[in-house]
């Protein structure tokens, strides 16, 4: 049985609420128990295309099954397989291993309008390198109301109202 914690959903509100405020194309790199289902309903709703990739195959059979004319979902060996020559609303990044999230925001960095990074907390700084995301982004936005916190950053949308 899988073991459920609830600090895997911590990302939700602070996704939800950008996913909300735009109207294009939505990309899940790592899919998850609780946000793909999530971002699959809010998509499906509005007929939004949503693409999910994910590189383990437990997850990716999970995610499988959300598979619909406006939701894409690819299981991939390599994350340097997703490709960063389209805009995006909004880019979730939450996948393993956990030193790929910094690089794939960076690779994303002028192809999203908003890219929202779970598992942003200062102490897991180690495992996650995001220092080296922090200045490729014009705008951050720390959700610091759950634990493990998100960050939003982008480019394109100023972010001090979110």
Known sequence: MLHLSKRWSTHLPILIKVVRETKGPILEIGSGIFSTPILHWLCSESGRKLVTYENE?????????????N????????????????????VLIDHEPQFRRSIDAIRFKNNADFIVLHDTEERNERHYNYHNVWPHFKYRFDYTLASPQTTVVSNFKDLSKL
């Open 57 to 69: 195959p437990e997850y990716y059979k999970f995610a499988k099954q959300f598979k619909s004319r």
């Open 71 to 90: 939701h894409k979902v690819n299981l991939v060996e390599s994350w340097d397989e997703v490709k960063t020559d389209k805009h995006w609303s909004v």
